[in-house]
Nanobody, 116 residues
Framework: VQLQASGGGLVQAGGFLRLSCDVSGNIFSVNRMAWYRQFPGKQRELAAVITSGGSTDYADSVKGRFIISRDNAKNTVFLQMNSLNAEDTAIYYC???????????WGRGTLVTVSS
């Protein structure tokens, strides 16, 4: 299973970015897909998650600004990030959990830098 994340980059405060993560390989039934982020010197933390049924949840720090969505047919998860600020600067990782014994997998991460 491979997860390929894209869409990171440099943006000014107040701007927006859209991250994408394509899941390929021996894909099992997906339970949930998520975006985590890691700040310098900190552990990864959940930013947003979406279940197979479409339910979503967000970290308090991104609620109202970020939107997670998925294309089930293409096994792709998106993160629309609006009203970005410097505190959103981090490496963003996509994460997928499969049902049953399918396991879970991380993408390689994509850097988002917000200049103030």
């Amino acid at each position: 299973v491979q997860l390929q994340a894209s869409g990171g980059g440099l943006v000014q405060a107040g701007g927006f970015l859209r991250l994408s993560c394509d899941v390929s390989g021996n894909i099992f039934s997906v339970n949930r897909m998520a975006w985590y982020r890691q700040f310098p010197g900190k552990q990864r933390e959940l930013a947003a998650v979406i279940t197979s049924g479409g339910s979503t949840d967000y970290a308090d720090s991104v609620k109202g600004r970020f939107i997670i969505s998925r294309d089930n047919a293409k096994n792709t998860v998106f993160l629309q990030m609006n009203s970005l600020n410097a505190e959103d600067t981090a490496i963003y990782y996509c994460y997928v959990v499969f049902n049953g014994a399918g396991g879970s997998f991380w993408g390689r991460g994509t850097l988002v830098t917000v200049s103030s």
